[in-house]
């Protein structure tokens, strides 16, 4: 039987990131994934933002063939069907030369790709085209993997990373599968591009809303772009399944609107590849994400962040701290799920654990925007505030004096649904507003005393 101190299952973003970690600690690693290539089961691209470069400091040196640094992009709203007129739209300078980070737009299988060669120079192994089947136990407690060949591999701890319908999670009794309305269906449609109509377009990348049906994101590569959906919530699928409702003709409303046509047509673009696939969306962290010998990492984990349901990140944030507390379980020889409750604590206070904190109120307020009716007085307050701001106030269509009252009108008339958005981001920010809240009122006070006390000749 083969041996190993940390097998882990999946080599995407988080896979990578724990076998590299935990190489980089001495450990012998093995990485088992089922695609034949690395990132064959990813889909298409993603947005890697500056976090990722700021806390993952290997990656400042990628050097992808196919990825884009935007330096614009654009953010937009749409009347409903059967209008899908222009409600807001307004471009917005990225402006990559001023930031220590940019943002890039990345093909997933030569970013995991990059991951992956990080792993392997660290001195992980990777074994691919094999699909793990089952765990192993021995007194109640994971000890390694059975593959679908039929081989047992023995390790001191596995990490999970294969992704949201994680078999290992099942297979170890940490649940049996997702809530429903905690599971989305991503759905994107790839299309190619000549890369000289992409430079002339200039538009990097964007996210747009259909109002009362939802948004989507747009990436943009340099020889090609996708535009990927935020889904539908499971159960809703299931009911428009069950109703022979068409999700794929519903998804493709999200292309129909004049502007995003005209875009698509100056483009020359040629659609490559239509997917859909499930992603996790909670509102709370998972609480059982480990247990004797196991641990449990990104999508698997339930981890993708409650406002976007963005994962790359996380994934990697995740897979790199269970390699650490995996590593010091095996130097210590404790690998009880006592020992990895590390794993959680350490998780919950981290930057991915901290996106969750008032994710309910998130969410709603998520919903409340591109689904809500009140959401569309949202979209025409913020429409008026920059006509206001930047046309009014620039002299252009009238002076100060003139458009200030009105944005203060339009600001009352919108006072019910600014409440609404007050009461469901208020409680989350409140306790960051205690800190800047008091200093304010101590340079008042302040300022008060040194005014009365010069008027008082002291």
Same mark, same amino acid.
Not at 14 to 42: F, N, P, S
Not at 282 to 303: C, H, N, Q, R, S
């Given at each position: 039987m083969q041996k190993y101190d940390i097998v882990v299952v999946g080599g995407g973003p988080g896979g990578t990131l724990a076998a590299k970690t935990a190489a980089e600690k001495g450990m012998k690693v093995l990485v088992i994934e089922r695609g034949r290539e690395i990132g064959d089961k990813i889909v298409s691209g993603a947005i890697v933002l500056p976090k990722m470069f700021r806390d993952f400091p290997f990656t400042r040196t990628m050097n992808l063939p196919r990825a884009r640094i935007p330096r614009t992009g654009y953010f937009g709203f749409f009347k409903p069907p059967p209008s899908l007129e222009v409600a807001y739209y307004s471009i917005v300078s990225m402006d990559p030369d001023s930031q220590e980070y940019p943002t890039q737009c990345v093909y997933m299988k030569e970013f995991v790709g990059f991951l992956a060669d990080a792993a392997?120079?660290?001195?992980?192994?990777?074994?691919?085209?094999?699909?793990?089947?089952?765990? &192993?136990?021995?007194?109640?407690?994971?000890?390694?993997?059975?593959t679908d060949k039929g081989d047992e591999i023995q390790s001191d701890i596995v990490i999970a990373a294969d992704g949201v319908l994680s078999l290992i999670a099942r297979k170890? !009794?940490?649940?049996?599968?997702?809530?429903?309305?905690?599971?989305?269906?991503?759905?994107?449609l790839t299309f190619s591009a000549p890369e000289d109509k992409i430079d002339e377009e200039g538009i990097g990348g964007g996210v747009?809303?259909?109002?009362?049906? !939802?948004?989507?994101y747009h990436c943009v590569f340099k020889d090609g772009f996708h535009i990927g959906g935020f889904g539908f919530p499971a159960c809703t699928l299931g009911r428009r399944v069950q109703a022979r409702r068409g999700v794929t003709a519903e998804y493709l409303k999200f292309l129909e609107p004049p502007l995003i046509q005209a875009m698509l047509k100056r483009l020359e673009a040629k659609p490559v590849e239509f997917s859909m696939h499930p992603l996790t969306w909670f509102d709370e962290m998972p609480k059982e994400i480990y247990t004797d010998g196991l641990m449990l990492v990104g999508d698997a984990a339930g981890l993708p962040e409650p406002f976007l349901a963005s994962g790359i990140y996380e994934a990697m944030y995740s897979g790199r701290l269970a390699a650490e507390v995996a590593a010091e379980a095996v130097e210590k020889g404790d690998t009880s799920k006592g020992f990895l409750k590390k794993y959680y604590d350490v998780l919950e206070v981290s930057p991915v654990g901290q996106q969750f904190v008032g994710g309910k109120q998130i969410r709603a307020m998520f919903d409340l925007v591109l689904t809500h009716p009140d959401g569309r007085k949202l979209v025409d307050l913020m429409r008026s505030i920059s006509m206001f701001l930047f046309w009014g106030w620039a002299g252009t269509i009238a002076p100060a004096s003139v458009t200030l009252?009105?944005?203060?009108?339009? &600001?009352?008339?919108?006072?019910?649904?600014?409440?609404k958005v007050a009461g469901l981001y208020l409680p989350v920010a409140a306790p960051s507003f205690s800190e800047p809240l008091s200093r304010l009122t101590n340079e008042?006070?302040?300022?008060?005393?040194?005014?009365?006390?010069?008027? !008082? !000749?002291v």
């Amino acid at each position: 039987m083969q041996k190993y101190d940390i097998v882990v299952v999946g080599g995407g973003p988080g896979g990578t990131l724990a076998a590299k970690t935990a190489a980089e600690k001495g450990m012998k690693v093995l990485v088992i994934e089922r695609g034949r290539e690395i990132g064959d089961k990813i889909v298409s691209g993603a947005i890697v933002l500056p976090k990722m470069f700021r806390d993952f400091p290997f990656t400042r040196t990628m050097n992808l063939p196919r990825a884009r640094i935007p330096r614009t992009g654009y953010f937009g709203f749409f009347k409903p069907p059967p209008s899908l007129e222009v409600a807001y739209y307004s471009i917005v300078s990225m402006d990559p030369d001023s930031q220590e980070y940019p943002t890039q737009c990345v093909y997933m299988k030569e970013f995991v790709g990059f991951l992956a060669d990080a792993a392997k120079e660290a001195g992980a192994e990777f074994r691919m085209a094999t699909l793990v089947s089952d765990v &192993l136990r021995k007194n109640g407690k994971i000890t390694g993997v059975i593959t679908d060949k039929g081989d047992e591999i023995q390790s001191d701890i596995v990490i999970a990373a294969d992704g949201v319908l994680s078999l290992i999670a099942r297979k170890a !009794g940490l649940r049996k599968k997702w809530d429903p309305w905690g599971v989305v269906n991503i759905a994107s449609l790839t299309f190619s591009a000549p890369e000289d109509k992409i430079d002339e377009e200039g538009i990097g990348g964007g996210v747009y809303s259909i109002m009362g049906l !939802g948004a989507n994101y747009h990436c943009v590569f340099k020889d090609g772009f996708h535009i990927g959906g935020f889904g539908f919530p499971a159960c809703t699928l299931g009911r428009r399944v069950q109703a022979r409702r068409g999700v794929t003709a519903e998804y493709l409303k999200f292309l129909e609107p004049p502007l995003i046509q005209a875009m698509l047509k100056r483009l020359e673009a040629k659609p490559v590849e239509f997917s859909m696939h499930p992603l996790t969306w909670f509102d709370e962290m998972p609480k059982e994400i480990y247990t004797d010998g196991l641990m449990l990492v990104g999508d698997a984990a339930g981890l993708p962040e409650p406002f976007l349901a963005s994962g790359i990140y996380e994934a990697m944030y995740s897979g790199r701290l269970a390699a650490e507390v995996a590593a010091e379980a095996v130097e210590k020889g404790d690998t009880s799920k006592g020992f990895l409750k590390k794993y959680y604590d350490v998780l919950e206070v981290s930057p991915v654990g901290q996106q969750f904190v008032g994710g309910k109120q998130i969410r709603a307020m998520f919903d409340l925007v591109l689904t809500h009716p009140d959401g569309r007085k949202l979209v025409d307050l913020m429409r008026s505030i920059s006509m206001f701001l930047f046309w009014g106030w620039a002299g252009t269509i009238a002076p100060a004096s003139v458009t200030l009252p009105l944005m203060i009108t339009t &600001l009352l008339d919108k006072v019910p649904v600014l409440a609404k958005v007050a009461g469901l981001y208020l409680p989350v920010a409140a306790p960051s507003f205690s800190e800047p809240l008091s200093r304010l009122t101590n340079e008042l006070v302040a300022g008060v005393m040194r005014s009365a006390m010069t008027k !008082g !000749g002291v």
